[in-house]
């Protein structure tokens, strides 16, 4: 059996929950709180019903490989949660939770990602200690920094550290 990853991280935002999970409802946004290196296109046209069910397609750049990606969502619940599935891309596996709680007058946002690499464990590894984790982290801190920009709270928001554990399941 393969490792399984989980990816976690937090951050508090100083902005009332239907108002951030509706900027997150926005699949447009993506484009906004991804970094510049990964060249992210959303390929879908606009505007997308955000539902169970609902189909994303992207375009993106990682490390010079151009790909695709579709993922759907598969939980849909706002204002309160959604999550996210890899349907076609890079991964083996990619789910992705977002949940969002009122906090301290603010919104905690929670992204927990469990993620499976293609290949033979061992190389999968090395391949996630290198290169995958060291991304995964990269992308999450900025996306942190991005979304107190497009929220109007640069300064004001809290973030947790971007952890990345590899799993046996």
Do not use: K
Request: aromatic share 10%; proline share 9%; net charge neutral.
């Amino acid at each position: 059996m393969s490792d399984i990853y989980e990816l976690a991280t937090w951050q508090w935002l100083p902005r009332p929950r239907p108002e951030v999970f509706a900027f997150f409802a926005d699949a447009g946004n993506l484009e906004r709180i991804t970094p510049a290196f990964l060249h992210f296109v959303v390929l879908t046209p606009a505007p997308i019903e955000m539902r169970s069910g609902t189909v994303i397609d992207y375009r993106l750049r990682l490390r010079g490989v151009p790909l695709n990606w579709r993922s759907e969502i598969t939980l849909w619940e706002p204002p309160r949660c959604f999550a996210d599935v890899q349907r076609r891309g890079p991964y083996r596996q990619w789910d992705h939770t977002h949940t969002f709680e009122e906090e301290d007058g603010g919104t905690m946002v929670h992204d927990r990602v469990l993620y499976r690499l293609p290949g033979p464990a061992p190389l999968t590894r090395i391949v996630n200690d290198i290169m995958v984790g060291p991304d995964t982290r990269r992308i999450f801190e900025f996306r942190h920094h991005a979304l107190e920009a497009c929220l109007n709270v640069t300064g004001l928001g809290r973030s947790g550290p971007v952890n990345v554990v590899r799993r046996h399941l």
